[in-house]
């Protein structure tokens, strides 16, 4: 079955990029019908929609993080990758990968599949 | 943006009891409405798509309901494994993509 597992540094100094990739496997990345996204959930809070990508490289960000985020996707390793830029201590949180289906006879969307998450700290 | 705001925020009650837990988007969504629950530690995983479709190997004791601004998660009988946090999500206008701010569901 397919499976999402995010990877990348864990500790990022502020004002650096923080860097992080999710590797799809069991799966292709090509498939239509899927975005890849990335979500974050500060320490005990809810959870935030960073932004989404279609394999042709398509993206979707929040405007509020807009400015500073860079979703890409490498089709060939079946990956996707998130930059954040400029990042502060309010950048600390556990970022997850997660798959957007949209089925092709229903107009809803939703996250079905997520990665086990990775924390991020941000700290000097 | 489309906002969603839970109720309750935090909710105790005991195995075996029915339990309903509330989401409300700040303007119609149709039924673009799901569910997640989250476990301490974990993903957040899908329990409900458009307002009240079941996702496969979901137990049936869980079950949403509603249309427009308001929509209901209701366990029918509490599990000692249905303790977690619960989060709704709009897919009906987006971006951006809003959750609410989530209910933690505890033991009484």
């Known amino acids: 079955q397919v499976q999402l597992q995010e990877s990348g540094p864990g500790l990022v100094k502020p004002s650096q990029t923080l860097s992080l990739t999710c590797t799809v496997s069991?799966?292709?990345?090509?498939?239509?019908?899927?975005?890849w996204s990335w979500i974050r959930q500060h320490p005990g809070k809810g959870l935030e929609w960073i932004g989404y990508?279609?394999?042709?490289?398509?993206?979707y960000y929040n405007p509020s993080l807009k400015s500073r985020v860079t979703i890409s996707v490498d089709t060939s390793k079946n990956q996707f990758s998130l930059k954040l830029s400029s990042v502060t201590a309010a950048d600390t949180a556990v970022y997850y990968c997660?798959?957007?289906?949209?089925?092709?006879?229903?107009?809803?969307?939703?996250?079905?599949?997520w990665g086990r998450g990775t924390l991020v700290t941000v700290s000097s | 943006d489309i906002q969603m705001t839970q109720s309750p925020s935090s909710l105790s009650a005991s195995v075996g009891d029915r339990v309903t837990i509330t989401c409300r988007a700040s303007q119609s969504i149709s039924s673009y409405l799901n569910w997640y629950q989250q476990k301490p530690g974990k993903a957040p995983k899908l329990l409900i798509y458009a307002a009240s479709s079941l996702q496969s190997g979901v137990p049936s004791r869980f079950s949403g309901s509603g249309s427009g601004t308001d929509f209901t998660l209701t366990i029918s009988s509490l599990q000692p494994e249905d303790f977690a946090t619960y989060y709704c999500?709009?897919?009906?206008?987006?971006?951006?993509?809003?959750f609410g701010q989530g209910t933690r569901l505890e033991i009484k």
């Open positions: 069991g799966g292709s990345i090509s498939s239509g019908g899927y975005y």
């Open positions: 997660a798959r957007k289906v949209v089925p092709a006879a229903l107009g809803n969307w939703y996250f079905d599949l």
């Open positions: 999500q709009q897919s009906y206008s987006t971006p951006p993509v809003t």
């Open positions: 990508i279609y394999y042709s490289g398509s993206t």
